[in-house]
């Protein structure tokens, strides 16, 4: 089947304009989890979901980020009032179950200017 | 709180020479261990993973070892190609499901 898919590959903003990045896991992966990577860094986790439910946020950098999965499939990142500190590659990946391998989508990078 | 310390890179070696790439941890209780892989224009793949204490995950020649009295997680390959040239990256994830990264490796080969 299909892997990780993440849209936009892509993405310019210019500073104070809001963005939403998607992802479409694996069919039938209850697991979602977000990650931030800067560049020359690793990733680094944001926030995960189990179904529907939003379990862990503790990586949101302000309250600027905000994540949703209201079906429990498909979810949206959306970074509101872009700063420059907010570009970098934003990885999407998902798991059968938290305790599982943990597939990741290609990444969205997002560049504000 | 977790967190996950890689040799840095960049680490640039001949075809067929052996390959080591450090890795140690920090975590609270007893976390799964993980190298993955990202090859130039591609996305993060599962290369190896260890469970438990004295683990050995392998896969394509690439091998790790799970020590927990040196909290270490060292990646070795005794022969690279040049197809080996990519980022690596040390992980370690709790039963709470997120994963602590490493900042990479870059691996150049030369034939």
């Known amino acids: 089947g299909a892997g990780v898919s993440q849209s936009p590959r892509y993405k310019v903003a210019k500073r104070g304009q809001d963005v939403a990045l998607r992802c479409d896991p694996i069919?039938?992966?209850?697991?979602l989890f977000w990650y931030q990577q800067a560049l020359g860094q690793g990733p680094e986790f944001l926030t995960y979901?189990?179904?529907?439910?939003?379990?862990?946020k503790s990586g949101l950098p302000s309250d600027r980020f905000f994540a949703e999965r209201p079906e429990g499939s498909v979810s949206t990142l959306k970074i509101q009032r872009t700063q420059q500190e907010d570009s970098a590659v934003y990885l999407c990946?998902?798991?059968?179950?938290?305790?599982?391998?943990?597939?990741f989508g290609p990444g969205t990078r997002l560049t504000v200017t | 709180g977790n967190s996950v310390t890689q040799m840095e890179g960049p680490v640039t070696l001949s075809e067929e020479a052996f390959l080591t790439i450090n890795c140690t941890y920090t975590a609270t209780g007893y976390p799964s261990l993980f190298w993955y892989v990202q090859y130039p224009g591609e996305g993060l793949q599962l290369l190896l993973k260890?469970?438990?204490?004295?683990d050995k995950g392998s896969n394509k020649g690439f091998e790790a070892t799970y020590r927990k009295e040196t909290t270490s997680f060292h990646l070795e390959k005794g022969s690279v190609q040049v197809s080996d040239s990519a980022v690596y990256f040390c992980?370690?994830?709790?039963?709470?499901?997120?994963?602590?990264f490493g900042d990479g490796t870059t691996l150049t080969v030369k034939p």
């Open positions: 990946a998902s798991s059968r179950d938290s305790t599982y391998e943990q597939y």
């Open positions: 979901f189990q179904n529907e439910a939003q379990l862990d």
């Open positions: 260890a469970t438990k204490a004295d």
């Open positions: 992980a370690l994830r709790t039963n709470a499901g997120k994963s602590t």
């Open positions: 069919s039938g992966h209850v697991s």
